[in-house]
């Protein structure tokens, strides 16, 4: 474990959903490449709780997706710890495609119980969201050796980069909370799962 104590020259990546976004109104579907919704009320209680929890944990930066529910995620905590947004293309979603017009809960319901997407015809392929995922979160690692960072990405996404570590064949193993905090250390080319989807911070969210 040594090896991988911040102190001693590892970064902490803190992989973090975004909050709560809202829905689109009721008994409306959207095509899933069209969906970038702001942040519900209940969202920005949640970004609020996450906020605060981060502002004690000595951030050094604060990197997110370019999406609304990402970026106004990370802007909360932003705003506790001092730290500008620097956008990261590559976090996020996955890019879903052959379903059609689709509720949001029903895109859960398919990777659940499949896996993942991979499987939909015109679908971001498993390699290339694996990929680009561990493409940033590497560049993002060999760039704060020694230091912890925050990622605001999305559910899929964060599934598929921690699928990979873990050896897993699918992309979606886990319902990803909103603002859920997955913690992978990285050291040279080895990396460490530390906690997977903590949502503490969130006892306290209105």
């Not at 500008?84 to 996955?94: G, M, S, T, W």
């Not at 050796?145 to 992309?171: P, Q, T, W």
């Amino acid at each position: 474990m040594r090896d991988f104590a911040v102190k001693h020259g590892a970064c902490e990546l803190l992989l973090i959903r975004h909050a709560e976004a809202e829905h689109p109104e009721h008994g409306a579907t959207l095509e899933p490449k069209d969906v970038d919704m702001p942040l519900s009320a209940h969202g920005r209680a949640q970004a609020e709780s996450l906020a605060a929890r981060l502002a004690r944990r000595d951030l050094r930066a604060l990197y997110a997706s370019p999406l609304q529910r990402t970026h106004e995620t990370a802007r909360y905590v932003g705003e506790r710890t001092g730290l500008a947004i620097v956008p990261e293309p590559r976090l996020r979603e996955v890019e879903i495609a052959g379903v059609g017009p689709v509720a949001l809960h029903d895109l859960a319901e398919i990777a659940l119980a499949r896996g993942g997407w991979s499987h939909l015809p015109g679908t971001e392929s498993s390699a290339a969201i694996r990929a680009r995922m561990r493409d940033a979160v590497d560049e993002v690692a060999a760039r704060h050796a020694g230091e912890r960072v925050a990622l605001v990405s999305h559910a899929g996404a964060i599934n598929a980069y921690v699928s990979m570590l873990l050896g897993l064949s699918g992309d979606f193993f886990f319902p990803a909370g909103n603002t859920s905090i997955t913690v992978v250390r990285a050291r040279a080319e080895r990396r460490l799962v530390v906690t997977l989807n903590d949502t503490a911070h969130l006892e306290y969210a209105r």
